[in-house]
T-cell receptor, first 113, second 111 residues
Framework: DGGITQSPKYLFRKEGQNVTLSCEQNLNHDAMYWYRQDPGQGLRLIYYSQIVNDFQKGDIAEGYSVSREKKESFPLTVTSAQKNPTAFYLC????????????FGQGTRLTVV | GQQVMQIPQYQHVQEGEDFTTYCNSSTTLSNIQWYKQRPGGHPVFLIQLVKSGEVKKQKRLTFQFGEAKKNSSLHITATQTTDVGTYFCAGTNQAGTALIFGKGTTLSVSS
């Protein structure tokens, strides 16, 4: 089945540690995105990538980093510089440009203690 | 930067009542998309509107895109408990490279 997979579903980390969230898609989509969801805040764009080896900052990129070494993969690292990392993180992909249907992964709920 | 605003933030209705959520953009949109997120789930695409004044229907759901392409609405007729969830509108940023989401409207339905 084609789709977009995020792992793990739940993740716990100690404060001060970096953590990497995985996102893999087998839809052959060019573009991939990371969003953060907090209660009452909707989906806020962290980073996005239109093609391999290229990515752009979204509205809340501070404290996060990404890489796009393969078309299928777009991992997100939450660094210790992110002041409030506890949130629900969603990865999405679109076939090409953003004006096409976005497919979302199941999400990763990160809790930093 | 570009903003997409949605109202209301929350709406509670009795089963069988109608429901409407509104979406407004600070800039003209090339298109607008609507998504539904069930509690504990992830957003799922519902529809995309592209033309000025466009109206599309999906069973009990009616989607409209404003004439100026700066606002949109989603109307649900005779809500059911299966309609529970958060409805998001989304427009592309000015470069057309990313989707910008509104904060969503969370619908609860009591039977």
């Amino acid at each position: 089945d084609g789709g977009i997979t995020q792992s793990p579903k739940y993740l716990f980390r100690k404060e001060g540690q970096n953590v990497t969230l995985s996102c893999e898609q087998n839809l052959n989509h060019d573009a991939m995105y990371w969003y953060r969801q907090d209660p009452g805040q909707g989906l806020r764009l962290i980073y996005y990538s239109q093609i391999v080896n290229d990515f752009q900052k979204g509205d809340i990129a501070e404290g996060y980093s990404v890489s796009r070494e393969k078309k299928e993969s777009f991992p997100l690292t939450v660094t210790s510089a992110q002041k409030n990392p506890t949130a629900f993180y969603l990865c999405a992909s679109t076939l090409r440009a953003a004006n096409t249907e976005a497919f979302f992964g199941q999400g990763t709920r990160l809790t930093v203690v | 930067g570009q903003q997409v605003m949605q109202i209301p933030q929350y709406q509670h209705v009795q089963e069988g009542e109608d429901f409407t959520t509104y979406c407004n953009s600070s800039t003209t949109l090339s298109n607008i998309q609507w998504y539904k997120q069930r509690p504990g789930g992830h957003p799922v695409f519902l529809i995309q509107l592209v033309k000025s004044g466009e109206v599309k229907k999906q069973k009990r759901l009616t989607f409209q895109f404003g004439e100026a392409k700066k606002n949109s609405s989603l109307h649900i007729t005779a809500t059911q408990t299966t309609d529970v969830g958060t409805y998001f509108c989304a427009g592309t940023n000015q470069a057309g490279t990313a989707l910008i989401f509104g904060k969503g409207t969370t619908l609860s339905v009591s039977s």
